[in-house]
């Protein structure tokens, strides 16, 4: 029986555990690695896997899926370095860790796939952007794959484009949720009752998102079709444009880039 060991049990570890469990995964083929006493009693009594030690759980999977703290990697690497084997798929979520950082604290040789999950898949709408270490084949990515997308969907980019990943979907649901927050203050101050402005908003969300992806249409095309000659949506993009909100999207975008660069940097270092 194939084990995945999940070292990490925070709010993306359980994320990855129960979405492992949704997508058909047997509590028995699961081990979670967690040191606090009262969450490994939740996390046991709540989805029926073993929590055991990290060093436990990953000298018994065959895929270890490393979902800590960037700050906390190396010393997880540290502890578990010795029981890793030939073989073994480490994978890790962690942001700004690379898998060269990775690769010169494991055995050589061992497979490393690097992923940028967001919280979306919290609802199984999660957006993964997975990258090859140096000794990772088409199979390794494979099981990559189908560990993410328990969670949502999965692309597969070169390593040197994950500072881009992080700032367009692993930072992006802030930003969308900057623009929620800026609509729902906006309908109060028009007159609407939080609460109605909160509803219009999100649902306006939600179905302009399904719109996007269901119609496979260009979001300028969507956003033509809303917008009338001399009307009101025609009116408030204007105001947009001379706010100049698509350049404040790109200068904030390639700040999200250039700090997820130095981050990996600092951690290379």
């Known amino acids: 029986m194939s084990q995945i060991a999940i070292l990490g049990a925070g709010v993306m570890g359980e994320t990855l555990l129960s979405g492992l469990i949704r997508a058909g995964r047997r509590p028995e083929e699961l081990l979670v690695g967690e040191r606090r006493k009262a969450r490994a009693v939740e996390l046991e009594d709540r989805y029926g896997v073993d929590v055991v030690g990290n060093v436990e759980a990953a000298e018994k999977a065959d895929t270890v899926a490393l979902v800590v703290k960037p700050q906390d990697m190396a010393e997880l690497l540290e502890e578990i370095s010795r029981v890793v084997r030939p073989g073994q798929l480490v994978v890790s979520l962690a942001a700004g860790i690379t898998t060269g950082f990775i690769e010169a604290r494991l055995p050589q040789g061992t ?159």
Do not use: W
């Open 111 to 269: 497979a490393v796939v690097r992923v940028m999950p967001n919280t979306p898949a919290l609802v199984d709408e999660g957006m993964a952007a997975i990258s090859r270490g140096s000794h990772c084949d088409e199979e390794h990515l494979r099981i990559a794959e189908s560990l993410m997308a328990a969670t949502g969907r999965v692309v597969r980019v070169p390593e040197k484009q994950q500072d881009a990943v992080t700032a367009i979907s692993g930072s992006g649901p802030a930003y969308l949720f900057f623009v929620v927050e800026s609509m729902i203050e906006a309908g109060v101050h028009l007159g609407l009752p939080r609460g109605t402005a909160a509803e219009l908003v999100v649902q306006t969300v939600v179905g302009s998102a399904k719109l996007l992806r269901e119609t496979g249409e260009h979001p300028t095309v969507l956003r033509e079709r809303v917008t009338s000659p001399g009307g009101t949506t025609a009116a408030a993009v204007r105001k947009l444009e001379d706010h100049k909100v698509r350049a404040a999207f790109l200068t904030a975008l390639e700040a999200a880039r250039d700090r997820s660069r130095a981050l990996a940097e600092g951690h290379d270092s």
